[in-house]
């Protein structure tokens, strides 16, 4: 007696298969794409360079903080959950106060600070040095 393959049923489970695989990776794809990684809040430390005293301040986005002569806002913060290293950013905003003839409201710093490398937006000023810390 001569023994046959069912090519057909072979052939469809192959196919069935693959596109199981494929489905299953198109929704893992949608889930993980889902995830904000925006967060709500912002750290920042900020230094006085004249009494070298530094201060953690929490920032809620898009309010303003006023810390002594500085008026700070973040406008929006990320992480990049993917990297080993992850890379935290954050959309700055700063008005030093004490300059009340402008009227213009004019920005000290306004730009993206990223946490590893802050010396590619740098913010300028006599008195205080700020830098990003964390986002959550």
Same mark, same amino acid.
């Given at each position: ?13 192959? #196919? ?24 709500? #809040? ?11 005293? #530094? ?46 003839? #402008? ?34």
């Amino acid at each position: 007696m001569l023994l046959k393959k069912n090519i057909k049923v072979g052939k469809f489970n192959y #196919n069935s298969i693959i596109l199981i695989f494929c489905f299953l990776l198109f929704l893992t794809q949608k889930v993980s794409s889902d995830k904000n990684p925006q967060g709500q #809040n912002t750290d920042l430390k900020i230094l006085d360079k004249i009494s070298s005293k #530094n201060e953690l301040i929490k920032l809620n986005n898009k309010e303003e903080y006023i810390y002594k002569d500085l008026s700070i806002k973040s406008m929006k913060c990320t992480n990049s959950e993917l990297d080993d290293n992850p890379e935290i950013k954050a959309y700055i905003q700063v008005k030093d106060l004490t300059k009340k003839d #402008n009227k213009d409201n004019v920005f000290v710093f306004n730009g993206w600070m990223f946490s590893s490398s802050p010396s590619i937006a740098p913010f300028d000023h006599p008195v205080y040095d700020i830098w990003l810390v964390g986002c959550y």
